[in-house]
């Protein structure tokens, strides 16, 4: 899957995006948000695997997206996605990290749901997304 905004392309992971990931994944401050025990040095990896797992199961009931700046450098920002989609039930479960470079950027973090709510009830046709957040991140679970 891939959304396009004015600043952003919200995309699949790939194989390529493995090294801004982790940088951003094995980060203290993001770290810092996270229980003890909730984010394990393998973790990381881990997600990327679950990640590609979710992306090939029919029906796909989790688009876990990388959220990349446009232009030439297409930095890595964050991770965000729908998750628990249930087409029957037409609802959903939204997230949303930044990576640390990029905290405090809340126009940004705007655009991102923005795209994610239109995306699940224009094109998946759901009728309520729920926002959800990490343990500790007071920003992120005002903004969902």
């Known amino acids: 899957m891939q959304i396009v ?19 951003y994944q094995s980060d203290p401050r993001y770290r810092a948000l996270h229980a003890d025990g909730e984010a394990a040095p393998s973790d990381p990896r881990d997600l990327l695997e679950r ?3 979710w992306r090939n199961e029919t029906p796909r009931r989790t688009y876990q997206l990388g959220v990349f700046e446009r232009g030439a450098a297409s930095a890595l920002v964050g991770s965000a996605g729908l998750r628990e989609v249930d087409i029957d039930r037409a609802t ?13 950027r809340y126009r940004l973090a705007i655009e991102i749901v923005q795209a994610l709510l239109e995306t699940g009830f224009l094109d998946l046709g759901l009728r309520e997304i729920r926002g959800v957040s990490a343990s500790g991140n007071a920003r992120v679970s005002r903004l969902a």
């Open 92 to 104: 959903a479960q939204l997230g949303i990290e930044l990576a640390p470079d990029h905290w405090g």
């Open 51 to 53: 990640f590609a797992r």
């Open 5 to 23: 905004t004015a600043r952003l392309v919200l995309r699949d992971f790939s194989a390529d995006d493995v090294p801004a990931f982790l940088a």
